[in-house]
């Protein structure tokens, strides 16, 4: 584990995204509730808070932080058949919280991907990646691509 006794304590955030991609049709049952394990979108969300906060947990040799916020959001494109997730975490720490962002990301696609895999198993997890960080002695990194 990387030692952080030296560093300061920051206000860091990271906001992390990835898109799932799927036949139009699925997409409108999730849009409309009509997909058979429940509320996609509902638990995808929960699911990728969760995972945030568990980061330590699954990923060796990352730091336990006390998480301020962790937000999920989803923006659809139904005629892409496609689902945008973006994550974004912040905390008060001496280490960042880009590993948090891009778990929450990941898990809330595994989630939409496990409650639509019945009805298709073409589904896709692509382009999960790290859009901006802040604070912290590297300052400010955005995505420019």
């Known amino acids: 584990m990387v030692d952080v006794a030296a560093k300061h304590v920051t206000v860091r955030e990271a906001t992390a995204t990835g898109v799932v991609r799927m036949q139009p049709a699925v997409l409108r049952l999730i849009t409309a509730g009509q997909m058979p394990k429940g509320d996609v979108l509902a638990t995808a969300r ?54 948090e962002a891009l778990t929450a990301v990941s898990v809330a696609a595994l989630t939409i991907y496990d409650m639509c895999k019945a009805v298709d198993k073409s589904i896709v997890i692509s382009d999960i990646c790290l859009q901006k960080k802040t604070g912290g002695k590297s300052g400010i990194y955005e995505r420019t691509a």
Do not use: N, Q, W, Y
């Open 46 to 99: 929960l699911a990728g808070i969760m995972a945030a906060k568990k980061t330590p947990d699954l990923i060796p040799l990352c730091h336990p932080l006390p998480l301020a916020s962790v937000k999920v959001e989803f923006h659809s494109d139904e005629a892409a058949g496609t689902i945008a997730i973006e994550a974004r975490v912040k905390v008060e720490a001496k280490t960042g919280v880009e590993m």
